[in-house]
């Protein structure tokens, strides 16, 4: 009996030292999914397919990576003369500068006065792959351009669509920071209103962004984002809750040191200074939505600009659909408060200094 029992434990301890080996080995496979089964990486849709005006965007990280991104604009860039454009309003462009060379060129410059949001995606799939989530992603951002009346800044991820690289979390925070670079070097956005907008992974890239740069970001959007992988780790592979965990783990946690992305969000929450929106769906079947109560509670103690607003039937990926007219209202009111469109007279002020 005694052989059999010593059978049994030696078995089953192979079997969790090959799990966790295995873990070890390919996680960032497990965390990271740039191309999801069946298709390829490439981009079979572009925004064109839903008729919005962008432009591709070519980075280089601070290490070298070569990365990939959309802008989608709320208007075509427009240059001419001004009697030509009469569709334009204050509020739709926040300054007409003209720049005159000579008596016969005269370049219309415009401003557009509306926010931008930086959208970070998920952990699945590149920014158009036709699949159910990440066409809802193009959608989506359709509907965001509508309704909140703001540009779009879509990045692919090293390793993602058609960036370059391989992801990792030190990677990626390189590929938000040049993003966001990018953005503030623009000419033709109010650099004032650059909103962070992150969904599950997104959420977490978006919060270190945020954390990092008080000075460039004006706001941050979470939705649907977990606590930090370590966490994630055991409501996935619930085996493993024993051994890899966040801060309120009660398990040993002595597999910690092991994940290389553990994406320590509910950390860096409680560092953010901006205003922070907090939308979670609770019918969520991927991230637990009681991670984005923890991410609120964390954040809410020192920051008094948290608004944390749920979705009842709320999905992971379609809070945003399930969420109809209220989704956009809560979005447009936090904007409205948080990050205001500014006076024609700040704007001149802004373009003259």
Request: hydrophobic content about 45%; proline content about 5%; some cysteine.
């Amino acid at each position: 009996m005694v052989s059999y029992v010593g059978v049994l434990l030696y078995g089953v301890g192979g079997i969790v030292v090959a799990g966790v080996a295995l873990l070890v080995a390919f996680q960032e496979k497990l965390v990271y999914v740039p191309v999801l089964p069946g298709l390829t990486k490439s981009y079979p849709i572009t925004p064109d397919r839903l008729r919005l005006t962008y432009e591709d965007v070519w980075l280089t990280s601070s290490d070298g990576i070569r990365l990939h991104a959309w802008f989608i604009k709320l208007l075509p860039h427009c240059k001419g003369h001004l009697n030509h454009f009469p569709f334009m309003t204050p509020k739709t462009f926040g300054v007409v500068h003209l720049l005159s060379f000579d008596k016969n060129i005269t370049v219309l410059v415009l401003l557009i006065a509306g926010p931008t949001i930086l959208f970070f995606q998920e952990n699945a799939g590149s920014l158009d792959n036709y699949s159910a989530d990440i066409a809802h992603r193009l959608e989506m951002v359709r509907i965001m351009l509508q309704r909140l009346q703001c540009n779009v800044f879509m990045l692919s991820y090293r390793g993602y669509g058609a960036s370059d690289g391989f992801p990792s979390q030190e990677g990626i925070i390189r590929d938000a920071q040049a993003a966001l670079d990018h953005l503030t070097q623009r000419t033709d956005i109010d650099t004032s209103r650059i909103i962070v907008f992150g969904r599950s992974l997104g959420g977490a890239v978006g919060s270190v962004l945020t954390k990092n740069n008080p000075d460039k970001v004006a706001a941050l959007i979470l939705e649907n984002t977990f606590t930090s992988i370590l966490d994630m780790a055991g409501v996935l592979l619930p085996f493993l809750k024993w051994f890899i965990g966040g801060s309120g783990s009660k398990g040993p946690r002595v597999l910690n040191c092991l994940v290389r992305s553990p994406w320590n969000t509910i950390d860096i929450a409680g560092q953010i200074r901006q205003p922070i929106l907090f939308l979670s769906g609770l019918q969520d079947e991927m991230v637990p939505p009681m991670h984005m109560q923890l991410l609120y509670a964390k954040a809410a103690t020192r920051n008094k600009r948290c608004i944390f607003v749920d979705f009842p039937n709320g999905m992971h990926m379609d809070t945003w659909l399930a969420g109809g007219d209220r989704y956009w209202r809560t979005i447009q009111h936090f904007l409205d408060e948080n990050v205001p469109e500014k006076k024609e007279n700040d704007l001149h002020r802004n373009v003259n200094d």
